[in-house]
C-alpha cells in the first residue's frame, strides 16, 4: 500500500518548479495497482509539454522515492 502523505511530500518537493511555469498539482488518487492519478492546472493543463512534465519529471520523482509506483497518470 502506498503511503498517501509520502505521495504529498514528494509532490511538493516538484510543485515549485510546476508553479515556476504557472501550473500545479493535485493528487486525485491512488489506486491499488500503484497507479497515482494526479490532475496539472494552471498552465500545466493546457500545455503540449504536460505529458513530458507528467511522466519524466512527477512519475520519475515518485518512483525513484516510492518504490510501489508503477505509473502516474493525469486525470
Request: hydrophobic share 40%; charged share 30%; aromatic share 0%.
Amino acid at each position: 500500500m502506498i503511503d498517501k502523505a509520502k505521495v504529498k511530500e514528494v509532490l511538493d518537493e516538484v510543485r515549485p518548479s510546476l508553479q515556476a511555469d504557472g501550473g500545479d498539482v493535485v493528487l486525485k488518487e491512488i489506486t491499488d495497482e500503484g497507479v497515482v492519478k494526479v490532475s496539472l492546472t494552471g498552465a500545466c493543463a493546457g500545455c503540449p509539454m504536460s505529458q513530458m512534465t507528467l511522466k519524466m519529471g512527477i512519475e520519475r520523482e515518485l518512483k525513484s522515492q516510492i518504490k510501489d509506483v508503477k505509473s502516474v497518470e493525469s486525470v
